[in-house]
């Protein structure tokens, strides 16, 4: 187990640095645009597949550095790059998250790679969870599967919403129901391998911010899939929905594994945001002159900027703290995962609203960056778990008590 500290070993600082340069020379220049076309930016996929930052070996590097701040430091410069564009980049990582928490040791070494594919063939992942009637309350979701034991396969039907790489991906990760009973503890997570028939793109959504990540609809019309794309395996799977109906505690379900060990990360890319709007509108304040004078000298724009800092670095330790536990094993008995995501993601909104005030008229057009990251800030209150779905999961863990 790695001893917790804030100083960056030269692995991870090596990595933070190489991050920042991508996300500065490359994703910055090509924000505006691709925020304006509302399209995957896959000539910006394509580089970072060509330096090796899209790929399995990185990810599986980051997830496996002892102190578990390689991830989120590199997210956090994603981020700042562009938030859009880092979800581009990063939303078949959590196609990844959800077959290595759910699935065996031989399952993600035969599909990780296939997440991310070669800088020659790029390959996406999308983990499909949301349903139009299931956001947050993922105990309801109408998707089903049902085992055709004479086929060895299970075959999928529903509709999946607000999915990232949905209906574009390669390898869809998609959590359903096999008995509906049972609720959340009936659920499974399957693999649908590329070109499977009955898996196809329903609406694509136009969204407010990150809108260079692909986000639509996934439809499952008699989907079909081998019996061994069951993350874990059947027998696994048998033994839990044994436990459930004997009414023995459960140890997890199968999407809430997954977010568990993302929230942090989530959290992280929230912080990246923040972190660009703060450092736009120092510099700003320090340049923009009213009245005869820098306006960071009135103790009203120097207030705002201490305070988005000092929020800006509070966000960074519940995510260290966060990402440190979930990586050496620690239980998150407070919901420490969850106050990451929620204090960093409503941190990033607030960030990036004070950044517009202070540049005024200019913060409220495109021609400066400010009101994009404020778009894209919104999201983190919402997706992964709504800021009101973090408060709920703390305030279980904190009383014991299912509070509703």
Known sequence: MAEFSLDLDEDTLQIQSWVHDFAANVMRPAAHEWDEREETPWPIIEEAARIGLYSFDFIAQAFAEPSGLMMPVALEELSWGDAGIGMAILGSTLGLAGIASNGTTEQLMEWGPQ??????KIQLAAFAVSEPDAGSDVSSLRTRAVYDEAKDEWVLNGTKTWISNGGIADIHVVVASVDPELGSRGQASFIVPPKTPGLSQGQKFSKMG??????????????????????????KLDEKLSRARQGIKSTGQAAMKTFEATRPGVGAQALGIARAAYEYSLDYAKERKAFGRAIIENQSIAFKLADM????DASRLLVWRASWMGRNGK??????GSMSKLFA????????????QILGGY???RDYPVERWHRDSKIYTIFEGTSEIQRLIIARAISGVHIK
């Open 210 to 235: 990150i809108r260079a990540s692909h986000t639509a609809e996934v439809i499952l019309q008699d989907c079909r899939v081998p019996g061994h794309c069951l993350l874990g395996g059947k027998d």
């Open 345 to 356: 993601g409503e941190t990033a909104v607030w960030v990036t609203e004070e950044a517009i």
């Open 115 to 120: 997440c991310y594919g070669t800088p020659e």
């Open 309 to 312: 800092k000092m929020r800006i």
């Open 331 to 336: 239980d998150f008995v407070a919901g420490e």
């Open 363 to 365: 913060g409220y057009v």
